[in-house]
Each structure stands twice: as structure tokens, then as C-alpha cells.
């Protein structure tokens, strides 16, 4: 069994990183990150907090992509990655073999964990997985640009009080 494995996008979203602070603003903040290492671009997450406040349009059906100050919405994310050239999806019940399998390839995992009472949930981007320490995270709650750790008991309670919801982004195709 493999001891540890490595996102080879992990490196670019940990230096990419930005701090939300205190905001309710995880979502809007890695994707933003998210989108600047796999695109090169500045995207700032503040400002992309606001833009995802407002309705966007599929055609003729408007789409909630975020509460202001609250909730960001897995296909809200899934929206603004595809308004930036990334194909992205988003599903319920992963599960942590699709995780492991998955994490060394050409795309970004982003499980949303968190909890019922009290009521809240949380985003990052996995960028490493070790045997030993569990699950390592790129983490806008901080302000550094160092792998979060979440042990293997705690990301599975957390992770399941969401539903293993996943947010799955793949780098755009080189030319």
C-alpha cells in the first residue's frame, strides 16, 4: 500500500493561497486560488466573493452561485470554473478510495466537509494524502502557504456530515 501521495498541482494552489480572514468566504477563496495556479492568472478573492453574490444565468435559468457572507454552492464554484476555461463538476458520495486514486492525476479534489451542530461546512483543495498523517490540505483559513492536516478520523466525520460532497476541477488541456 502506497504511504503518500501527492497532488502535482499542490505546490502551485499552496503558493497561490490567499487568506479569507474571518470571512465566511472559503468557496470564493479557493476557487480563486484554484484558478490562478492552474490558469496563471490574479484573480482577487475578495473581489470574487462579491461577484459570486450575484445571479448568474445557464441560458434562461438564473443560478444562485452564493449567500453573501455565508454559503458558497458546490455548483456556484463549478460555475465560475467553467466561465474560466476549466472543465469542473461537482457530485455527492465520493468516497476516500476515488480520493486516493484520484489525487496524483491532472485534476483538483476539493471534498466540502463539516458539521450539523453546530451548522457549518468548509472547502479546501487536497493536495496530499500520507498514510500516517491523514489528509493535507491547501487551507484559506490561514495565513501561510503550508499544507492544513486533517487526521483520517476526523476528515471522515466531517466529510460524511456533508454527504462526501466533491468538487473535481481538471487543468486546462495544453496545447
Excluded at 6 to 31: A, F, H
Excluded at 94 to 111: F, G, I, K, T
Amino acid at each position: 500500500m502506497l504511504k503518500k501521495i501527492t497532488s502535482p498541482t499542490g505546490e502551485r494552489i499552496l503558493k497561490s493561497l490567499q487568506y479569507q480572514g474571518q470571512q465566511n468566504d472559503c468557496g470564493p477563496y479557493t476557487t480563486a486560488s484554484v484558478i490562478n495556479a492552474l490558469c496563471n492568472r490574479d484573480i482577487d478573492a475578495a473581489w470574487l466573493a462579491e461577484e459570486m453574490t450575484r445571479i448568474a444565468w445557464w441560458g434562461p435559468i438564473p443560478v444562485v452561485r452564493r449567500l453573501r457572507g455565508s454559503a458558497t454552492f458546490p455548483w456556484g464554484m463549478v460555475d465560475v470554473f467553467h466561465r474560466n476555461g476549466l472543465r469542473s463538476s461537482w457530485r455527492f458520495f465520493a468516497s476516500q478510495a476515488y480520493l486516493r486514486q484520484h489525487l496524483n492525476l491532472d485534476r483538483v479534489l476539493m471534498p466540502i466537509i463539516g458539521g450539523w451542530r453546530p451548522s457549518w461546512a468548509h472547502v479546501m483543495s487536497l493536495v496530499e494524502w500520507d498514510a500516517e498523517r491523514g489528509w493535507g490540505f491547501a487551507n484559506t483559513q490561514y495565513d501561510h502557504h503550508d499544507i492544513t492536516w486533517l487526521d483520517d478520523a476526523t476528515f471522515t466525520r466531517q466529510w460524511q456530515a456533508m454527504g462526501n460532497l466533491l468538487v473535481e476541477v481538471k487543468p486546462p488541456k495544453t496545447k
